[in-house]
């Protein structure tokens, strides 16, 4: 039999998936379906949202069919099946609810397009069918509309050594990095240059336990650290929620599928409010998905996400890969993020760039006239606008406000990161504060929409404010 | 032979008036409207031991005066579903709109082959295109959809007894009036 797994790709193919049962009785049915879950080598599953004609004909009659099309080559593969068992809960049952409440949230259906079970199909066998398609002229052009789709890695195994090459970098650059940030460029710029993955982003959980906010990105024109994913929206947030990874190729084929479901829940008027759908942040038309939760000891410390423009950038084997690279990730998150102790190597790192940055201090400035930031903070929501334009809010907002009123009434330029643990006033918890990751946070919005006022690192766990600008600083209590 | 074949059957015939009577008198216009349409189409027949089998459909045409519709599909693909309907005539019918997933199933009876005219081979034409058009939105390029081997057709007779919504949702499943 063809192997199941080198037909994975079709799972989640262009031309919606059929599944053909009958009746006891003897009347067939067929109805599409978005998406075939691989469950081992010998099974498939199916969800079901709906107790329907498919669900009764399975139960009294076991025997179905699944007709599925290669997205890229469009050959048939024809699987027929015998409905072996439905599933509420475990493994395969977990995946495929993450996967459809993930695109529930996001067309505004979350709670309302759930999984009720999966059925789970054995399959009997596999008939590869080719007949329907005439063979390609020799002389046709290349088409343009043909989309770049590299073949199943599972059809045509990749080296053993060059996933192993890739790994070793990904650890070798993480481990020469001296503080989060590095980190945090090393292993985006590993994913890029090693991997090949052009966009990615790591989102990190933020002091509420509740809600992500985007820490660092690649690829995308705007970089979008500090946007927010409540944990639950979104393939990201669902991610976070539940704690498992999610692959979603074929994206506009799912949501194509949740939207359909969305209008005719519209149109039934069940009373049942829908939220408003939430665009996905990145790439405005991506087309595969790959989010990895980021866990240390079962403790989601953020959120790797991975898309692509290629409709089948990532395969099934992607999922158990790059869940090492996202161990060692959260790993060295958590290094890194809640160690204040002096790091000799990182000290010498940084001595070195401070004497870099004495030398160009050391340089005339260029005489320019001081330019006048007008800071704001409101106290109902602890956010900092400056010149009128929002920057940042909650902890980094009130940390933001410390140093630059300390800067101002007392003149101070010198910070350590444990003065700001010890200061109640700013909210952090007493355990795993992510004051690191908050510091980075700071300095992006910073260099992003102020430049003129920075926060360098001094060696680990204390740093500076630099600040080329005459400051306005004013207290409101509401907008 | 090619003026008389335009007037039988001109390239932007609309479609079939709905029929008077039957499931598809109460088919709601825009599940109508998927089958004879740009819909992705699969018709499902079985064997004599009730295992299912499907089959690459390619294109409906209605009868507006009787509750029957003729079913294409590539004889490339045929020999199974050929081979059911002898054996018990009963055969069901999924059209599924690729951008929006619309969907509508019928089900019914085979009533027997009939040879393909000239205005069949226009309206396969027409559906060709108009399949290519939509599923190249949705990203299929369109030299993958033209190298269906749709021609020579087999065109099976059916009666249609019962149709339903397909559309994803809590409403799918639900027969329309007309459907016993």
């Not at chain 1, 080598?41 to 009764?56: D, I, M, W």
């Not at chain 2, 005066?65 to 693909?77: H, I, L």
């Not at chain 2, 999924?94 to 085979?110: L, N």
């Amino acid at each position: 039999m063809i192997p199941l797994e080198s037909i994975s790709r079709c799972f989640e193919g262009i031309v919606p998936a059929t599944l053909s049962t009958c009746s006891a009785a003897g009347i067939p049915n067929i109805s599409s379906i978005s998406h075939v879950q691989y469950v081992d080598a010998r099974h498939v599953a199916v969800s079901r949202q709906f107790f329907n004609k498919t669900t009764r004909n399975i139960l009294e009659n076991p025997q179905a069919s699944v007709t599925v099309w290669d997205p890229v080559t469009f050959e048939i593969y024809i699987l027929t099946l015998r409905y072996a068992r439905s599933e509420t809960s475990g493994p395969t049952f977990d995946r495929m609810a993450t996967r459809i409440e993930a695109i529930a949230s996001h067309t505004g259906m979350a709670g309302i397009f759930r999984l009720l079970a999966a059925d789970v199909f054995e399959v009997l066998s596999i008939y590869h069918l080719t007949e329907h398609l005439n063979p390609p002229e020799k002389s046709d052009p290349p088409d343009p509309d043909l989309p770049d789709m590299s073949p199943e890695p599972a059809a045509v195994p990749p080296e053993q050594r060059e996933e192993l090459w890739v790994l070793q970098r990904i650890s070798s650059r993480m481990n020469q990095a001296p503080d989060l940030e590095a980190l945090l460029e090393e292993v985006l710029g590993s994913l890029n240059e090693d991997f090949g993955f052009t966009h990615a982003k790591v989102l990190l959980v933020d002091e509420t336990g509740r809600r992500l906010f985007t820490v660092a990105s690649r690829g995308y024109d705007e970089s979008g650290v500090g946007s927010e994913v409540v944990f639950g929206e979104g393939l990201i947030g669902t991610v976070a929620r539940d704690r498992r990874i999610l692959r979603v190729n074929q994206m506009e084929s799912g949501l194509r599928y949740g939207r359909a479901m969305r209008a005719a829940v519209a149109s039934a008027s069940t009373g049942t409010p829908l939220r408003p759908e939430i665009p996905l942040p990145g790439l405005v038309d991506a087309q595969s998905h790959l989010v990895l939760p980021l866990l240390v000891r079962g403790r989601l410390v953020g959120v790797l996400a991975l898309e692509s423009r290629n409709p089948a950038a990532f395969a099934t084997w992607h999922e158990a890969f790059m869940g090492i690279v996202a161990d060692q990730v959260a790993a060295g998150i958590e290094r890194l993020a809640v160690s204040d102790a002096e790091d000799p190597v990182a000290a010498g790192r940084r001595a070195r760039g401070a004497k870099e940055d004495q030398a160009k201090e050391d340089q005339p400035p260029p005489v320019v006239a001081p330019r006048r930031r007008a800071f704001v903070f409101y106290q109902n929501d602890d956010c900092v606008f400056v010149d009128g334009e929002y920057l940042i809010r909650n902890v980094p907002g009130r940390i933001l406000w410390k140093l630059l009123k300390a800067h101002q009434e007392m003149g101070r330029s010198e910070f350590t990161n444990r003065e700001l643990r010890l200061d109640p006033g700013l909210g952090l918890p007493s355990l795993r504060d992510n004051l690191e990751s908050r510091l980075i946070l700071l300095r992006q919005r910073l260099a992003q929409k102020c430049p003129d006022v920075r926060l360098p690192s001094r060696g680990r766990g204390r740093f500076a404010v630099e600040i080329d600008s005459e400051l306005a600083l004013t207290e409101r209590a509401s907008a | 032979m090619l003026r008389l074949l335009h007037m039988l059957n001109p390239p932007d015939a609309g479609p079939s008036p709905r029929p008077a009577t039957g499931p598809l008198s109460t088919l709601p216009p825009e599940l109508f409207s998927l089958l004879e349409g740009a819909a992705v189409q699969h018709l499902v027949t079985r064997n004599a031991t009730l295992a299912p089998s499907s089959a690459l459909a390619f294109g409906v045409r209605i009868d507006p005066d009787s509750p029957n519709v003729t079913v294409f599909v590539p004889a490339s693909v045929a020999t199974i579903a050929l081979q059911n309907l002898r054996d018990n005539g009963q055969m069901a019918l999924t059209a599924v709109g690729p951008a929006d997933v619309r969907a509508v199933q019928i089900k019914g009876v085979w009533l027997g082959e009939r040879r393909l005219d000239d205005s069949d081979r226009a309206f396969l034409l027409r559906y060709r295109d108009a399949v290519t058009n939509v599923l190249n939105v949705v990203g299929v390029p369109r030299s993958r959809w033209r190298q269906v081997a749709w021609s020579p057709t087999v065109a099976l007779r059916m009666e249609v007894r019962e149709a339903y919504v397909q559309t994803p949702g809590p409403a799918a499943g639900t027969p329309c009036e007309g459907t016993p």
